[in-house]
């Protein structure tokens, strides 16, 4: 089971940026997915969740109306489209997904918003 992030970089305050997680190892269409975040010298922190079929998304309330959760089941991909980006959006950000119980992190992309 792995989980690989992309699409992190510098972008500055008012941008976009869209992460990508490939997922492989497991059946990707059965399972929900979820992006985390986490800003320097804090906890992590949940942003988003996707359920199954791509419906029953949720967010975090620092970045609702910004943030948009997807997925291509396709693909075994899940993406998180970032707009209007703050300097408290830097973070690592990292997609998980639970397995059998047991949490499954990537390695994490960082995002960096800052003039």
């Known amino acids: 089971v792995q989980l690989v992030e992309s699409g992190g970089g510098l972008v500055q305050p008012g941008g976009s940026l869209r992460l990508s997680c490939a997922a492989s190892g497991f059946t990707f269409s059965n399972y929900a997915m979820s992006w985390y975040r986490q800003p320097p010298g804090k906890e992590r922190e949940l942003v988003a969740t996707?359920?199954?079929?791509?419906?029953?998304?949720n967010y975090a309330d620092s970045v609702k109306g910004r943030f948009t959760i997807s997925r291509d089941n396709a693909k075994n991909l899940v993406y998180l489209q970032m707009n209007s980006l703050k300097p408290e959006d830097t973070a690592v950000y990292y997609c998980?997904?639970?397995?059998?119980?047991?949490?499954?992190w990537g390695q994490g992309t960082l995002v960096t918003v800052s003039s």
């Open positions: 998980k997904v639970v397995r059998r119980f047991v949490p499954v």
């Open positions: 996707i359920g199954i079929a791509g419906g029953g998304t």
